[in-house]
């Protein structure tokens, strides 16, 4: 995947970017969506509380291995229908030499919610 490259931005831009980590608690098969994906619900703590993300992830993840994981999303991004679901967070990942979704994921367990800087 050889997208370009965006525009420089300042630091005040990324500022705007809220990127949360949370933990996902529940995960499905999502068969209405057009491409493959699950229906996630993530837990971001107290303060975000739980959010679902319909996530294009089926080629490396099963639903049953999911439960449990940390994984990282933007949580400010006005929601999303996606079919019959709405999805309210985006979850974040890196494309593999094939162009599939890898989560990106803290290294050590973290508190949920915590931001990204």
Do not use: C, W
């Not at 959010?51 to 949580?75: C, D, F, M, W």
């Not at 599939?100 to 367990?109: D, H, N, R, T, Y």
């Amino acid at each position: 995947m050889n997208a370009e490259r965006p525009a420089p931005i300042v630091f005040d831009d990324f500022l705007k970017v809220d990127v949360r980590v949370g933990t996902i608690v529940a995960a499905e098969p999502f068969p209405q969506a057009r491409k493959a994906a699950f229906k996630l619900k993530i837990d971001f703590g107290p303060e975000i509380g739980v959010k679902n993300s319909s996530a294009q992830i089926t080629k490396h993840y099963a639903p049953e291995t999911l439960v449990g994981r940390q994984v990282a999303a933007v949580v400010n991004l006005p929601p999303r229908q996606i079919g019959p679901f709405m999805s309210q967070v985006l979850t974040l990942g890196f494309p593999d030499a094939a162009g599939e979704v890898v989560l990106i994921a803290p290294s050590q367990p973290v508190p949920n919610g915590g931001r990204l800087f």
